[in-house]
Each structure stands twice: as structure tokens, then as C-alpha cells.
């Protein structure tokens, strides 16, 4: 069965500090693509990041950056120079090629403090 | 529209009423999926259209849940009977291609969700 894992159900960070968020999947299919989705307290899931799997570098968005590990199946989202705005819930989620959905995990609240 | 559209944006229902939420994809979007975020928790896959077809519907919690797309742009998902156990936000995603196929970046667009409440 395909499941993302998020062990840290809060963080809090200093602003201007780098931050990263676990996450770790469980999947049979030998294609997949993780994602990272913010959701603030509006409630909108936004898109962050992508990696396929088969990617050889790890993706980079801007501040965000995927430190996928394909062999221990992990896609930690960085943070670089966190800012205020950051505060929000982080999905991480996987889609195996064969499959059609795409699951989440439970989430990271992030609070960056000033 | 610029962005996926739900409505609406909050919805009381007593316990026993029939609801029905309202998506407005993208133009042009192929895959459409429905899920259901609990307070607290991440959004959980309920059904998923390509076009008007409806591909897959496992994640529909009970045959009270009924999802349609019937030309293959607006969805509407309905519950019927509702329950206190149905109290949860309702998302609705579209996505450009369609899946069966390898994308190389396929993003999902979400809406703002409709937060129903059941009494």
C-alpha cells in the first residue's frame, strides 16, 4: 500500500533560518512523483515543489529545494532564509505512475517566529 | 476562470439533509479529483474524473457519496443523508493531463474548499 509519512506535527523556526520538513513514502511502483503543497490558514492547497523519480538532481524552486534520498524513499522539503509568510500547514505526496491519486500525508504545521 | 472555483465557500447542513458541492476546474483541464480534509489531517482522495468519465471512485466513503461531471467540466459532488462523520472541507483539484500517462510535472490546481458542517 502507497503511504507518506510526516513524523513532526508542529515546527517552530526563527525567521531568516532554514528549515526542513521530513518526509517519508512507502511505495511498490518504480515510477512515482512527490510533491510539497503549503496550505495557510486560508485554506488553499498551493503548490511548492515536484520530484519524479527518476530525476537525477534534486528539484529547486525558488527558497524551496527537495532533498529527495531515493534509497531510504525520503523527500525532505528545505526552506532556505524562512520568512514570516512561511507560517502554514506542509503536505508532502506522492502519485505512483500506474495510479491515478495522488495521497498526502498528515502534515507539518510551521510557525516561523519573528 | 483563472483558478479552480467551489462553492460554496461554507455550508450548514442538519443531520438527514442531502447537499451538493459545486466545482468549476480550470478551462481545459482534463483530470478533475475530489477530496476530503478533516480538521488536523491531510486531504483524503475521494473520486477521480477524466473528462465526463469517472476512473475511479474508491475512496468514496459510502454510497451516500455520489460525484458526477457529466460534460466533462463542472463536477458536483453530493451526500446524501448527511451524517456528523461527513462534517469536513470538501476539495476539489484539476490538473491539465490526464493520468495513465508519465507527466513529467504534473501539478494539481486546488480550490478553496467547502467547509460543510453537519448538525
Known amino acids: 500500500a502507497q503511504k507518506i509519512t510526516q513524523t513532526q506535527p508542529g515546527m517552530f523556526v526563527q525567521e531568516k533560518e532554514a528549515v526542513t520538513l521530513d518526509c517519508t513514502y512507502d511505495t511498490s511502483d518504480p515510477s512515482y512523483g512527490l510533491f510539497w503543497y503549503k496550505q495557510p490558514s486560508s485554506g488553499e492547497m498551493i503548490f511548492l515543489i515536484y520530484q519524479g523519480s527518476y530525476d537525477q538532481q534534486n528539484a529547486t524552486e525558488g527558497r524551496y529545494s527537495l532533498n529527495f534520498q531515493k534509497a531510504r524513499k525520503s523527500a525532505n522539503l528545505v526552506i532556505s532564509a524562512s520568512q514570516l509568510g512561511d507560517s502554514a500547514m506542509y503536505f508532502c505526496?506522492?502519485?505512483?505512475?500506474?495510479?491515478?491519486?495522488?495521497?498526502f500525508g498528515k502534515g507539518t504545521r510551521l510557525h516561523i517566529l519573528p | 476562470g483563472a483558478g479552480v472555483s467551489q462553492s460554496p465557500r461554507y455550508k450548514v447542513a442538519k443531520r438527514g439533509q442531502d447537499v451538493a458541492l459545486r466545482c468549476d476546474p480550470i478551462?481545459?483541464?482534463?483530470?478533475l479529483f475530489w477530496y476530503q480534509q478533516a480538521l488536523g489531517q491531510g486531504p483524503e482522495f475521494l473520486t477521480y474524473f477524466q473528462n465526463e468519465a469517472q476512473l475511479d471512485k474508491s475512496g468514496l466513503p459510502s454510497d451516500r457519496f455520489f460525484a458526477e461531471r457529466p460534460e466533462g467540466s463542472v463536477s458536483t459532488l453530493k451526500i446524501q443523508r448527511t451524517q456528523q462523520e461527513d462534517s469536513a472541507v470538501y476539495l476539489c483539484a484539476s490538473s491539465l493531463v490526464g493520468t495513465g500517462i508519465i507527466a513529467t510535472n504534473e501539478k494539481l490546481f486546488f480550490g478553496s474548499g467547502t467547509q460543510l458542517s453537519v448538525l
Open positions: 505526496a506522492m502519485r505512483p505512475f500506474r495510479d491515478d491519486k495522488i495521497i
Open positions: 478551462s481545459g483541464h482534463v483530470s
